[in-house]
């Protein structure tokens, strides 16, 4: 059995989507890191706990899209689409509302390329006579 074929745009989605993960899991560990300081212990715990589910979610997503299942190419673009809305919320820093979009918009073109919805579509190990 031939390894799929994974176009360079899916490896850039995969990145970008990852850099996110990554930023979920500082901005959950940060969030614990402040319990100590915080007003509200629940609230601290309760936003810990949010931003690492949201990691592991994109993370296994990710994880998914780069195994070449379609499904995960949805979720992975309301997170862009959530990501860009963020980032037009942020817009007063340009840093740090640019970087949020720079990401969105790279990993949006590397889900949308026409390479990546080829990968997406063939079927490793499934014939065309075979698909429903």
Same mark, same amino acid.
């Given at each position: 059995m031939t390894a799929p074929?994974? =176009?360079w745009t899916l490896l850039l989605t995969v990145i970008a989507a990852g850099v996110e993960t990554a930023a979920m899991l500082v901005w959950g560990a940060l969030?614990?890191?402040?319990i =100590?300081?915080?007003?509200?212990?629940?609230?601290a715990i309760a936003g810990g706990l949010f931003f690492l589910l949201c990691a592991a979610g994109i993370g296994w997503c990710v994880a998914m899209f780069w195994r070449l299942e379609s499904w995960a190419r949805a979720p992975l673009v309301l997170v862009q689409l959530i990501v860009l809305g963020l980032a037009w919320n942020l817009r007063e820093d340009l840093a740090i509302a640019g970087g949020l979009a720079l990401v969105a918009v790279v990993a949006l073109v590397g889900i949308f390329a026409p390479p990546s919805i080829a990968a997406l579509e063939e079927r490793p190990g499934v014939s065309p006579d075979d698909a429903p």
């Open positions: 074929h994974r =176009p969030e614990f890191v402040r =100590p300081d915080a007003a509200s212990l629940t609230t």
